[in-house]
């Protein structure tokens, strides 16, 4: 038992030491590729699915532009300036919606969906779930909300395998990021639910609807003017 318990509690320190290790590099460093890419990968080589590929190259914030920011946190996260990688007013919404017998759509914050990209896999278990929590935390100390919303930008799949805004803008509309328009930024940010399905360069009417919802969502909580450097107070 003393053995055991030895192995386990080293087995914590070196878990903690190279978690938090890895997320103050990724301060500073860009992430050279995520774990769902790496999935991806894998599920293709399994599979033998040739069309399994992906599109990435990292592009830094200052090179995209400003409305692809503010438009997935319109869609995603409009609380994102003001928590602490948790937004406790919408599981208080959520817990009451369960109550009264309604469905809750399923939305976690940007930077509980960077913690789960670019560190974990896919999947509803309660381990999973813990380390989620483990590792939005660390983001949230060790960075600032403008690096966790580079990152996001930067990993976030906008089509089947393409991901990131350059990817994206690059492969959809044959530009840079920085030349994204708001229109374009809202589609990108359409597409987040099921980006394998939709498509933000042939939008259906559903995608196009959801984009129009997006700009309107812009406008009504300030404009890129609304993205924060670091968290605010309320």
Same mark, same amino acid.
């Given at each position: 038992?003393?053995?055991?318990? !030895?192995?386990?509690? !080293? ?8 978690? $938090? ?48 920011? *503010?438009? $997935? *946190? ?23 919606? *369960?109550?009264?017998?309604?469905? $809750? ?8 969906? $960077? ?13 999973r779930k813990g380390l989620e929590a483990y590792f939005t935390l660390l983001i949230e100390t060790l960075w600032d909300k403008r690096r966790i919303l580079e990152v996001y930008l930067n990993i976030a799949e906008f089509g089947d395998g393409v991901y990131g805004v350059k990817a994206a803008s690059q492969q959809f509309w044959k530009k840079p990021p920085a030349n994204l328009t708001m229109h374009e930024a809202a589609l990108l940010a359409a597409v987040l639910p099921n980006?394998? !399905? ?25 404009? #890129?003017?609304?993205? #924060? ?6």
């Open positions: 038992m003393k053995k055991a318990f !030895k192995w386990f509690y !080293k087995t914590i320190l070196w878990f903690l030491a190279i978690s $938090v290790g890895m997320v103050l590099l990724l301060r500073f460093v860009p992430p050279v590729t995520s774990s769902f890419m790496i999935q991806r990968v894998f599920e293709g080589v399994f599979t033998k699915n040739m069309k399994a590929s992906i599109a990435y190259s990292w592009t830094s914030y200052e090179n995209i532009s400003r409305y692809a920011g *503010i438009a $997935v *946190i319109a869609s995603e996260d409009q609380r994102f300036p003001y928590h602490y990688g948790f937004d406790l007013k919408q599981i208080q919404d959520a817990r009451k919606t *369960i109550e009264r017998g309604g469905r $809750v759509r399923g939305a976690s914050t940007i930077s509980q969906q $960077v913690a789960k990209n670019l560190f974990l896999w896919s999947g509803k278990t309660y381990f980006p394998k !399905k939709l498509k933000a360069n042939a939008p259906s009417g559903y995608v196009q609807g959801r984009a129009s919802t997006i700009m309107q969502q812009i406008a009504r909580i300030g404009g #890129p003017s609304y993205i #924060p450097v670091k968290r605010r107070k309320r």
